[in-house]
C-alpha cells in the first residue's frame, strides 16, 4: 500500500508540494496517512509525469530532484497535452459565439444607418457581457488561483449568472446572510458544479444551488431541473465511472476537471443522481 501524506503531499518521500497534479488511475490501494483513507482507483500524481512504482527508480530523467521513469514521463506528457487542447477548445467553444456578436455588432454599426446602429450597439453590448461573464467564470473554474481563492457566496452568485446569461436557465441561488462561509477551493467547487448542472439543461430550466455544514464537511449541492434535465453520456461515463484518459472529449473535459479538483481537495464527489426531470450534483468538501 502506498502512503500518501496529504499535508505534505509527500509520495514515497518524495515531496510533490510544488507540483502540478493530475489525476490518473493506478492500480495500488491508496491511504491518506493522516485520515486513514482508503480508495482503490485513485491517486494524485504530478500532472506532468507518471508515477508509480517507478519513481525508485535510477532512471537518468529527473524532476524536482526524484529519479523517474522516461517511458512513463512520455505518456503523461502525452496525457497533459490532451487534456490543455482539450479544455483549450471546451473554452473557445462557449466563447466563440458571444465575440462572434460582437464582431457582427460592429460590421451592422458601420452601415449607417441610425436605427440599425442602435440596435448593431446593443447587440455588441449584450455580447460584450456575455463573453465577459463567461471569461470571469472560467477564469475562477479553470484558472490557478481558483484553487485558493476565498469567494464570497454572494460573488459565487454573480459569477454563476454571468455564464449563464443568454441560455434559457433560470438561477435560484441562496442569500449570504446566514450561510457557511465558503472555504478555500469552495468557490471553485460550486461553481465547477454549476458548469455540469448547466450541462444538463440543453433546453432551459431552473438551476439551484445549496450548501450546509455537516460533519462530514461543506455539502454543495447543484440541482437541475427541467422536462428534458439529463447528464450527457460522454459526461456521465467520467462522473460515474473511472475517468479514463483515453474517453476525454471536449464535451466531457470539463466533469474531468471537476473531478480531477473534488479529488485534489479530499471532496466526495459520487455520481450524479439523476430522477424524472431533475440531476442533482453533490460534493462533500473537508473543512479542516
Known sequence: MLEIDRDSMAV?????????????????????SKRGFQRSAL???????????????????????????PGECLVAANVELLLTELLVSRLCHDLISPVGAIGNGLELMEEGDAALAKEAMELSQQSARRASGRLQF??????SGGARQILGLAE???????????????????????APELPPGGG??????????????ARGGVLSARIATTDLGMRIKVVAKGSDAHVPLESMGILGGDGDVGS????????????????????TLPAPAAQAGAVEFEAILRVD
Open 138 to 143: 472560467f477564469r475562477l473554474v479553470f484558472g
Open 156 to 178: 459565487a452568485g454573480q459569477l454563476a449568472s454571468g455564464y449563464l446569461d443568454g441560455r434559457k436557465i433560470a438561477l435560484e441561488w441562496p442569500t449570504a446572510e446566514g
Open 248 to 267: 476525454l472529449t471536449v464535451g466531457n473535459v470539463g466533469a474531468y476537471f471537476v473531478k480531477t479538483f473534488a479529488a485534489r481537495h479530499g471532496a
Open 43 to 69: 491517486a494524485f500524481w504530478p500532472a506532468s509525469m507518471a508515477v508509480s512504482h517507478a519513481m525508485t527508480s535510477r532512471a537518468t530523467a529527473r524532476y524536482g530532484g526524484a529519479a523517474w521513469d
Open 12 to 32: 514515497g518521500g518524495l515531496n510533490l508540494a510544488d507540483a502540478p497534479v493530475q489525476l490518473l488511475r493506478v492500480t495500488d490501494e491508496v491511504a491518506w
Open 188 to 201: 471553485r467547487m460550486l461553481l465547477g458544479l454549476v458548469m455540469l448542472a448547466a450541462e444538463c439543461l
